[in-house]
T-cell receptor, first 115, second 117 residues
């Protein structure tokens, strides 16, 4: 079964607009972590934001926020005020420390920001 | 944030040769390092988990005799692709978890692009 599902292979957004990238996950563990990474064409994986399963508030990091809906098992990434430099692949990932303790990635969403 | 380096960043080799890729944590000690493989337009797939001083744990379907991993120190792990073939061409990325750090911290290297002719 897919642990992490990203249903949007590609997304377009106009500069300065907000965009939401979807991510749903599957786990029976109570303790887990959810991550978003950005991968530009250079290939490096850039950590954006982390949400722990016990965190009651949604994580925020600058223009990035994570819309964590535990009951729905979703962890969508919201990017506000998009910039041209935000164009990249975005990966959602999950780690279960008391299970496999491995970072499992979704298939990614390619975001393109246009002027 | 913590820095992880990889060397080389890009390598082209002939079929049948072996290639060694280094992964170093520059400003922290890493008890655990991870090796991933990424095909074009695909996601990262974990190949193996490397713990300092012990044998690596390989994921199902990954040939341990083909992808040799050595985690000789707390700051260095190496991946050797033995007898490389064109199908081994891929983007290889390592990551490292700082010793004593929060469990969820994992820092990625910039990746190594391997092309086997």
């Amino acid at each position: 079964a897919q642990k992490i599902t990203q249903t949007q292979p590609g997304m377009f957004v106009q500069e300065k607009e907000a965009v939401t990238l979807d991510c749903t996950y599957d786990t029976s563990d109570q303790s887990y972590g959810l991550f978003w990474y950005k991968q530009p064409s250079s290939g490096e994986m850039i950590f954006l934001i982390y949400q722990g399963s016990y965190d009651e508030q949604n994580a925020t990091e600058g223009r990035y926020s994570l819309n964590f809906q535990k009951a729905r098992k979703s962890a969508n990434l919201v990017i506000s005020a998009s910039q041209l430099g935000d164009s990249a692949m975005y990966f959602c990932a999950m780690r279960e420390p008391y299970n496999t303790d491995k970072l499992i990635f979704g298939t990614g969403t390619r975001l393109q920001v246009f002027p | 944030g913590a820095v992880v380096s990889q060397h080389p960043s890009r390598v082209i080799c002939k079929s049948g040769t072996s290639v060694k890729i280094e992964c170093r944590s520059l400003d922290f000690q890493a008890t655990t390092m991870f090796w991933y493989r990424q095909f074009p337009k695909k996601s990262l797939m974990l190949m193996a988990t490397s713990n300092e001083g012990s044998k690596a744990t390989y994921e199902q379907g990954v040939e341990k005799d083909k992808f040799l991993i050595n985690h000789a120190s707390l700051t260095l792990s190496t991946l050797t692709v033995t007898s490389a073939h064109p199908e081994d061409s891929s983007f290889y990325i390592c990551s490292a978890s700082p010793a004593g750090g929060p469990w969820h911290e994992q820092f990625f290297g910039p990746g190594t692009r391997l092309t086997v002719l």
